[in-house]
């Protein structure tokens, strides 16, 4: 992917029965995390929604690796999704069918893939998020925190540019949200993958921030920083009233003398 923003939003406008988003803009660079902070009801799913064209905006600019996604055709869009891993709020995987059919999902629809080649690519995202013995398991008989991992090999299968996460560790336990952080910081690190975190858990998303992940040969190597200042790889945005309320660093949100940002953090 070039320079250019892999996710832009230009004073996007958006109303249901009352104004949602009211002039929103921001960029995701290439390789970062954008963690979106807000109320329940401001709009972070919402969000989530514009970018893969689930809805459109009133007015406004909503680009996804440079191509406007309002006014795309069912066929264009698809495209454009193709890009674009969604790990759902809650993990929505289907129950009656089995892991690696969770899994394999968007192949099996998609793609010109042979049942073999889904099978092992299935089976390598299992792999990846840890999970490999459980190809042929139903997700009730998983942990929750498990599930979630499901939900992010399901996301990553067809080798997204940029995965978007929605609360992907409520309801978690701190140290099972931790499997699931350090998993989206190995998307982000190892595959280069940019996202787009919504979270209420502040805690998981400064922990996306200060953690990197690199390979050593055949060793992947997790680094925690002490100092915010260097987990300049993530920006945080906090929505209020329809507007960005926030923008900056990790170190600069936690810096913050801002009185309502001051509440929402304590
Ligand atoms: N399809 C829809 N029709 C009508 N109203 C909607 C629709 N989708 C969302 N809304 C409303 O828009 C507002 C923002 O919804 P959104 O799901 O983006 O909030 P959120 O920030 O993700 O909240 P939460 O933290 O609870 O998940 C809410 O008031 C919601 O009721
Ligand atoms: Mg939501």
Redesign the pocket.
Known sequence: MSERPVVSFRDVHLS??RP?LRGVSFDLQAGQTKVVL?G???????ILRLILGLLKPESGSVKVDGTEVTGLSEEELRDVRLKVGMVF?EGALFDSLTVGENVGYRLNEDAALGPDEVEARVREMLGYVGLAPFYDHRPSQLSGGQRRRVAVARALVARPQLMLYD?PTTGLDPITATTITDLIVKVRDLDGVSSIL?T?QLRDAFNVARTSVRREGETVVNTVADDLRAADGTGFLMLREGRVHFEGTPYELQASSDEYLREFLS
Not at 40 to 46: D, E, H, I, P, Q
């Open positions: 249901f029965d949602i807000g329940s009801g401001s709009g972070k799913t919402t709020q609360e919504v209420h």
